[in-house]
């Protein structure tokens, strides 16, 4: 089984360094980032902010791993971390997945 976890960041860098910690850990395959523009509830009023999607590719075995090393250095209270399964895809692709994130 796989994974897309979808995370947000208050910037690039940011998000740089998240996805380069989850590379490094083996808990990702791949990390697409992208800008993005945000509203959402935050303390009692809507709240607006330019960040970052990171888009990451792991085994489903790794998602709760990721999540703890995410929230260790993710500067936000309460991090956007949501892990989506991966009902179907390209074969090849997907044992790519497995192999980066079991090496």
Known sequence: ??????ITAPDRETAKK???HVLEKRLAACVN????SSMYWWEGKIEEADEVLLIVKTSADKVE???????AIHPYQVP??????IA???REYLKW?????HA
């Open 65 to 71: 791993e990721l999540i703890k090393e995410v929230k």
């Open 97 to 101: 997945v497995e192999r980066e994130t």
């Open 80 to 85: 956007e971390i949501i892990a989506l399964p």
């Open 18 to 20: 998240v996805a380069r």
């Open 1 to 6: 089984m796989y994974s897309v976890v979808l």
């Open 33 to 36: 980032m992208a800008g993005v």
């Open 88 to 90: 179907s895809g390209y």
